[in-house]
């Protein structure tokens, strides 16, 4: 490979390099190690000394303590809380803890209603850990929060009643309505220094929920009356018996049981074999239920043993009835209401329904995470749903009737389940045009998510290689296959993603690369081709499809390894199927190097050139030849890591790991060289105009963001932001200039990042009020039996008129090859699935007139309160007329006789039986008839007024319709 950019005589020169001043530099780096300040050198700024003379050190760029931050915002929630959601009692809405809120969300359609916020906290995190409903008022909630703040809420109408402060942090609540005055709270406090900072750590207090001085301000309020009841270790559960005589705190080993008839008796302690993860009371008996962190399940019926009458302090053993089938700790108990089965989840994505007289169980397992909370809700038909958080942030109803999901509602999914994630060089990030899509990680590391910026919502998940989601095995980790790399084409069709998993001692690795195509009809990604092994054993370091190709060009997809090969991929279509979607991709060329492997790879705008990245070399290749035109090197980057076009492609900026070098491949030349004192790990290209941004780590935690032009070797703007990004595309809604990137955070938080930055409106992100809403109402009988009422449905808008309209298309019955836990929710499907079976009635103009059979009835009764106007005009004679009229007159003007009475079907008269005619009717006579509430337009079949009752039916129906009268 060349060493340098050949000089040809037309060429324009190379402008002189600036000089470095080695004795600056390494000053500034001494002054950042001692003070905790970095400098950054430029090759276009000068340091001006004091006498106001530039000085020789012309590449240095001082950082400012007083640059401004960039604005950003955050589109991921804080990590889903330990706490259960506790649900109002006729089960409309349920309340979850996120940060230092509570949201809201409607139990049957999963929308945010209203979130409370706690405010901000001067003397630490104010994170909330608990809620429960207000003893005193179904209409209020109490929270507590790590800022040692207990708050009570009006969730109707949104608004903070009180503030008690307990000056502890606060990790369970618990109430009675035996105890409505008081809350059981269990609290941390500093240890001594001669104990562990675990050996009695926390403690349980009785706290009163009125304040000592009412007129104090909310912020300082302090519990009229606290009670400790005594000292436990870091609490895992704390909960009060239905019959309100009893309090078990769980810590460590130990369940802590106080009889709150006689709180001042302290705490007896029961000794379990394994550490206890989580607590929760039966319903109705006074015993309780804990699981540990070896799976076990425990039921302890030791509240009714004498001794927890008269010692206190006591530490012993009981007889407990256990159940075991995790494999790991059990995170979530909890009771049905009745109490007959107990509800379990863990680690191993698998609820349990145990029946306790029995010891049998049941399972619903594939839930998609591991379950992290277990609640149990009344549905508005009286049956019961069990919701699961899941440790996704996602919630889950499973009908209990049914035993299967019934609606899950999930958020962004961007929490690892694993600890290796942290530290990946590599995370995978895209959008998606056609459907307006993000395309993130999601919490599985073989998944990825498709989020949607104007609803706020995931629109779908797309599990990327086949995987088990189990847990450990023999308490170590299972490493699963991992998304590497996504990218999308310019038009929206096509997706490549990169799958691998690490080898080991006893497996060679494996890697996938997998094109998807995107399908208009139903709105999914479906795989089009799988290739194994792409670059052999080796890793795939970068791939990138072509620009959008122009008329008559093909698509490429470009990917290089650790193998030092560059692979070129085609689309092949099938000349047989001529169909979009339906060719397959094809290797097409490959060239390698021989010292060095290719680390990135671009294209040019125009998809003529590619640059290739390897070592302290920049190549340029053409794209449809493979032929080598020019590479790029230059003293200022000894080690280039990515080679990107910026704008029209004339301009070059090389990346290495602390410098910054633009080309100009017209001229073959350096434009500019800029130096930084920190890792430049990112650099983001806008995609229409000559601006790109570089990414600096300026410290743990914190970046430091640069706007350039290649005009220029000074930053135009200089921001920093409070966190450093793992990846980071050039993302806006609208054409424009500004600085707009969307990310990933190291943290795990998904943030749009830019000058004009604004947050997507979502409803439910303020404290609003829910009184006005109403509240789904209980099912009647008669709703049951007739459905129900018309009046009570909402009127159809516009959308679902065009949706009832839509042309049939045809049915894509390969959904159903999936399993069933990966198939999208049915509600989803109905409407595209029957509208392809259904098909649009023609409009008929003429409706011919069919002969009617003497034997058949005809009914009188009209649905369509319209009367029926027949499609052919008729000319109405006086003949017919005259007829009418003595069909009106013989049927409905006429004197009848009493009408003689039936028993069974047999008449009766004067009490005797009479004979039954054997002449059989000419019609069967109908057992039900309504009152007609208008009168049918007459055939001109029928001209002549029929005598009979039973001629054609139509007297006998009409005499029928009479008797009524």
């Known amino acids: 490979m060349a060493a340098s950019t050949s000089r040809e005589p037309q060429d324009v020169p190379l402008p002189p390099s600036p000089p470095y001043a080695h004795g600056k530099i390494g000053k500034f780096r001494k002054a950042f190690n001692e003070k905790g300040k970095g400098k950054e050198t430029s090759g276009g700024q000068r340091k001006r000394s004091a006498a106001g003379k530039p000085s020789a050190t012309s590449n240095i760029h001082p950082i400012y303590e007083d640059d401004p931050p960039l604005d950003w915002i955050s589109l991921t929630d804080s990590p889903p809380s330990k706490t259960p959601p506790i649900l109002t009692q006729d089960g409309s809405y349920y309340f979850a803890l996120v940060g230092s809120s509570v949201q809201i969300f409607a139990t049957y359609t999963g929308q945010l209603v209203s979130t409370l916020s706690a405010p901000a906290s001067i003397t630490g995190p104010s994170d909330m850990t608990s809620v429960v409903l207000n003893p005193q008022n179904i209409f209020q909630i109490i929270t507590g929060s790590l800022d040692g703040i207990v708050r009570i809420w009006d969730y109707l109408d949104a608004t903070l009643i009180r503030t008690l402060?307990?000056?502890?942090?606060?990790?369970?609540?618990?109430?009675?309505?035996?105890?409505?005055?008081?809350?059981?709270?269990?609290?941390?406090?500093?240890?001594?220094?001669?104990?562990?900072?675990?050996?009695?750590?926390?403690?349980?207090?009785?706290?009163?929920?009125?304040?000592?001085?009412?007129?104090?301000?909310?912020?300082?309020?302090?519990?009229?009356?606290?009670?400790?009841?005594?000292?436990?270790?870091y609490p895992t559960g704390l909960a009060v018996s239905p019959s309100g005589n009893w309090l078990v705190a769980t810590a460590g080993h130990k369940a802590y049981v106080a009889n709150l008839l006689n709180i001042k008796s302290g705490f007896t302690k029961y000794v379990s074999p394994d550490r206890i993860s989580c607590l929760t009371f039966h319903p109705v008996e006074d015993y309780f239920a804990t699981g540990d962190v070896k799976g076990n399940i425990r039921l302890w019926y030791c509240l009714n043993e004498p001794t927890t009458f008269k010692v206190a302090g006591l530490e012993k053993k009981t007889q407990t009835a256990s159940f075991h089938w995790h494999a790991h700790a059990v995170s979530s108990l909890a009771f049905t209401s009745n109490g007959s089965y107990l509800l379990s989840g863990g680690e191993e994505s698998v609820l349990v329904i145990w029946q306790l007289h029995s010891g049998k169980k049941e399972f619903i397992p594939r839930l998609g995470a591991p379950i992290q909370t277990i609640s149990v809700t009344k549905t508005l038909r009286g049956g019961e749903e069990y919701l699961l958080g899941l440790t996704d942030a996602t919630f889950v109803f499973v009908s209990a009737s049914a035993l299967k999901i019934s609606r899950s509602y999930s958020r962004v999914k961007l929490f690892p389940s694993d600890n290796t994630s942290s530290s990946l060089k590599s995370v995978p990030l895209a959008v998606h045009p056609s459907s307006s899509t993000f395309i993130l990680p999601s919490s599985h590391a073989s998944s990825i998510q498709m989020f949607s910026l104007t609803s706020s919502k995931i629109v779908s998940e797309l599990e990327i290689f086949a995987s088990n989601r189990v847990s450990r095995r023999e308490e170590l980790p299972i490493e699963p296959s991992r998304v590497e790399h996504t990218v999308v084409s310019a038009s929206g069709d096509w997706m490549a993603s990169i799958d691998a998993r690490a080898p080991n001692e006893d497996f060679q690795g494996e890697v996938y690369m997998k094109i998807w195509h995107w399908e208009q009809k139903t709105s999914l990604w479906t795989l089009n081709t799988r290739?194994?092994?792409?670059?052999?054993?080796?890793?795939?370091?970068?791939?990138?499809?072509?620009?959008r190709p122009q008329d008559g060009q093909e698509s490429y997809l470009v990917t290089t390894g650790g193998d030092g090969a560059v692979k070129t991929w085609r689309l092949r279509s099938d000349r047989e199927k001529n169909r979009e979607g339906e060719g397959f991709w094809t290797a097409r060329s490959s060239f390698t190097f021989p010292s060095e492997i290719p680390s990135h790879v671009s294209w040019s705008p125009d998809g003529s050139l590619l640059a290739v990245t390897s070592g302290a070399y920049v190549s340029l290749y053409d794209?449809?030849?493979?032929?080598?035109?020019?590479?790029?090197?230059?003293?200022?980057?000894?080690?280039?890591?990515?080679?990107?076009?910026?704008?029209?492609?004339?301009?070059?900026?090389?990346?290495?790991?602390?410098?910054?070098?633009?080309?100009?491949?017209?001229?073959?030349s350096v434009r500019w060289s800029y130096t930084s004192s920190y890792p430049i790990y990112n650099v983001v290209t806008h995609p229409e105009n000559d601006s790109f941004v570089i990414l600096t780590s300026a410290a743990p935690g914190r970046s430091r963001v640069h706007t350039f032009s290649p005009s220029l070797s000074k930053p135009s703007k200089t921001t920093y932001l409070p966190f450093t990004l793992l990846n980071a595309i050039w993302y806006s809604s609208k054409p424009t200039s500004s600085l707009s990137l969307a990310g990933i955070t190291n943290d795990w938080r998904f943030v749009l990042v830019g000058d004009d930055v604004k947050a997507p409106e979502k409803e439910g992100t303020s404290a609003t009020g829910i009184k006005s809403r109403s509240l789904p109402q209980r099912r009647t009988l008669f709703q049951d039996i007739f459905g129900k009422s018309i009046f009570d449905q909402p009127l159809a808008d516009d959308s679902s008129a065009a949706t009832l309209h839509r042309p049939a298309a045809s049915v894509d019955k390969t959904v159903f090859d999936v399993p069933a836990h990966l198939a999208p929710p049915l509600e989803s499907l109905f409407d595209s699935i029957m509208m392809g079976f259904l098909k649009q009635r023609p409009i008929e103009q003429d409706y011919p007139t069919e002969e009617a059979s003497g034997d058949d009835d005809v009914s009188m009764e009209v649905d369509n309160p319209e009367p029926v106007v027949p499609s052919r005009s008729t000319k109405v004679d006086a003949k017919e007329i005259t007829s009418l009229v003595a069909v009106f007159q013989m049927h409905s003007l006429q004197t009848h006789a009493p009408k003689t009475p039936k028993v069974n079907g047999v008449v009766k008269v004067n009490g005797i039986h009479s004979k039954p005619s054997s002449t059989p009717s000419r019609a069967p006579q109908s057992t039900k008839s309504k009152p007609s509430r208008q009168v049918d337009v007459v055939s001109p079949l029928f001209t002549e007024p029929s005598p009979s009752p039973t001629v054609n039916g139509i007297g006998k129906k009409r005499k029928k319709a009479l008797d009524y009268f």
Do not use: Y
Request: charged share 20%; aromatic share 6%.
């Open 623 to 668: 794209a449809l030849t493979n032929i080598h035109r020019t590479t790029f090197t230059s003293p200022e980057c000894s080690h280039a890591c990515t080679a990107q076009f910026i704008g029209r492609g004339r301009f070059l900026a090389i990346q290495g790991k602390q410098e910054l070098v633009v080309w100009d491949i017209v001229s073959r």
């Open 165 to 233: 402060d307990i000056a502890q942090p606060i990790h369970h609540i618990c109430t009675h309505g035996k105890h409505q005055e008081f809350i059981f709270v269990t609290v941390s406090r500093p240890s001594k220094p001669t104990k562990k900072p675990s050996e009695d750590a926390s403690s349980v207090l009785r706290i009163s929920l009125k304040a000592m001085d009412a007129s104090a301000p909310p912020a300082a309020q302090r519990p009229l009356d606290i009670i400790s009841l005594g000292k436990i270790r």
């Open 531 to 547: 290739i194994d092994r792409p670059h052999g054993l080796h890793k795939v370091l970068a791939l990138s499809f072509s620009p």
